[in-house]
């Protein structure tokens, strides 16, 4: 009998994809028969990017990839990843204060699902110091963003802030 | 001549109250003649319980215990300690992050009134994770609430959600 | 041939300017032959003092040293950095999460332009807990500022909060 | 052609085994195709057991699991992962200061061979706080030993301590 | 029936007395009806002044207080704390790695005793660096202690390096 | 009249020197007319190198800049800082326990001096992991060391563990 194929789950606002989002992508893809990177649509901050924008912007990136694909999702994570037939949550780590809210949220969802795992893998160091609030900002003061982001996101954020 | 009563107060937004408020209110109510509970009503962000039902919310949950009984403030809590000849302030830490906030706030009270001090005592391990925030996130998407508050509670966020 | 200059920059919202802030400027200003207070205007938090009423506040403590002077600007740091010839920022360090956000912060900017650099001091222990978020809630609540902001400082809160 | 096989290496001291390493294991081999427990040898700080005691207690623990075994290992870490053809390391975390040290050790690894990962879990909150460390003192002193550590291993730790 | 003596203890090694531990005993006895200073007989590192060395110097500065006394134990505290009849354990926090510390302390305490409970209080912040490994430090290289100990430890201290 | 000229001390054990020291004496020199790399002789722990070997691995890879020398001390740092006529601290932070350890250290040394300022900057992020304790090991285990320091660094590491 076929063991079942090991389907992880990388859930995040992706307001937008960063580069570090990207490197955690590319290197938890190997955990997995199938990764689904879930764009988290209800939040209690209106995001720079509709659902769509960014569901567009993170499938551009990651077509070259033939095991990962991208969907949103509007409901408890614990609940979206039994529909998904998922059983590991994929998160990346940077700093220490990622480190509080993830252990907030990884023992949350345990609580509420005991059957699903977090793992963690660490962002290149290089990529490290990236957060999207301050990507926001340095794309508002016109900055240059290609440290941060690809050159499609670079684009799009540049559009946003009407500096295209 | 008899000594004073010593008298503790657990300030906080209790936006409801947890099962980690109550295990420290639990634990911390044996430090004193008498604790009260005090419910802060001035708040930067609009909370979504009103004072009087966050008031009734703990009276609810605090009614078995003979020393514990809870107030509203809307002054500086130094001020309101004075008032109440309250000399300590109980708070709970759960996670670094609490710790940071908890050393200024204690810090800055120290400043306003020497003569009244900060203990803290540790939310046991069950409850560390719980956060007011992500409770309220988890009843805003239907999930079960049960192993982060009250039953009683828990009822009174599903109709804050119109969920029942 | 002259040495050129050393200009530091030491950048913020100074949203009242505090005790805390004068101390590092007093520390800091030993390392730079310049060194330039300069004022955030462009903020997503509404803040309570205006970019000028900040500037003037600023201005009317550092008087008393030669080599200090404020201005305000509305642009990239790094980019601002670069206008003034100024190669090295300043930045005062109280606790950890200060710390967390101050590692992204000057990372960025390292990957905006590696040729300038940060510099830390540490914040006097006795103006550690201050933050400008407490001593608002505290001026709100007509609390004693004395031992968080100068005079004229403390003056200028009361008049906003409509308690003089 | 058939995938190859995902193999997983614990490393750690194990001096000795804890019960929140077990839950690492139990909940790690869901992860890989094989776990390997692997025993670090060399130790600057003489550990309390042998090897040979190390590996026999976790041997004893883990053989309910089809798909674990343990093996000692007296090199760099990373080259034994490519000597068992092993791409993934896996690691508990605790708490923060655990953090730091998995931190340093995982972007110290993936310079020595960027082809390996390290993935993390986070410990069950109620297994949070047993460290080794603490554990050997409440053995020496004859404390109770059920909840931090399984039954054979509490029996070691008396003999190691002449208390049984 | 007359309410039972609330017995608090504050355990550590002292080698030797800071005036940060004085100041956590001074704002600490408030709490109880009697405060037993707990020195801690058996420790993995040798400590630089003998137990009853340790008792001495304590019992010189708590002979003012009238609820104060100093005993050694070598024991689990937990055993300690039951045979002393006290319900509760006082420590003091100063920075960050001190909580990690406590953190695991206290909850491997609670598991070893669920009924005794730890409550923290925080090092007033002029006392907050004052480690005893940096105390030492400083006196074994002949600098003034003035700051960290009291004169007739700062005597004691001279006396071990040979510098009196 | 001539402004005296800024000295700055790098003080700590370098042993052995890393590619992280080297970063922060590049970045530092700029600050200061002087840099003195300061190697602390007296150490609780025995080093893996002696003093001598420390100076002149250290003096190998500074010769290169005009303004930076090398010299060991053997008393408190705030003395010899005195005696040099330096007037400033310089540190790295790389990582959070560094923070904890440097904030004790530099209040500390606040209190011996308050004249004497410490300043801090960042550890380039691609040397952030290097801990000379990691270094060392993976010197031990015959790991490739060219990531972490120089070659001339490196012979002297493996001369050390015989494995030249």
């Known amino acids: 009998m076929a063991k079942p194929r090991h389907i992880g789950v990388y859930p995040g606002t992706f307001d937008p994809i960063t580069r570090g989002h990207l490197d955690i992508i590319e290197r938890g893809l190997k955990l997995f028969d199938v990764l689904i990177v879930a764009v988290a649509e209800s939040l209690s901050k209106a ?10 912007m993170i499938g551009h990136e990651i077509k070259k990839y033939g095991n990962v694909r991208v969907e949103s999702f509007d409901s408890l994570l614990m609940d979206y990843m039994r529909k998904k037939k998922a059983t590991t949550v994929l998160r990346g780590l940077r700093v220490i204060s990622d480190f509080e809210y993830e252990f907030q949220m990884a023992l949350t969802n345990r609580k509420l699902d005991p059957g699903i795992e977090t793992v963690f893998m660490m962002t290149a160091e290089n990529y490290a110091p990236i957060s999207s609030r301050f990507i926001k900002e340095i794309a508002r003061l016109g900055g240059n963003l290609s440290a941060f982001v690809t050159p499609n996101v670079a684009k799009k954020l540049k559009e946003k802030y009407g500096l295209e």
């Open 47 to 56: 995001p720079l990017f509709e659902v769509d924008e960014r569901l567009e």
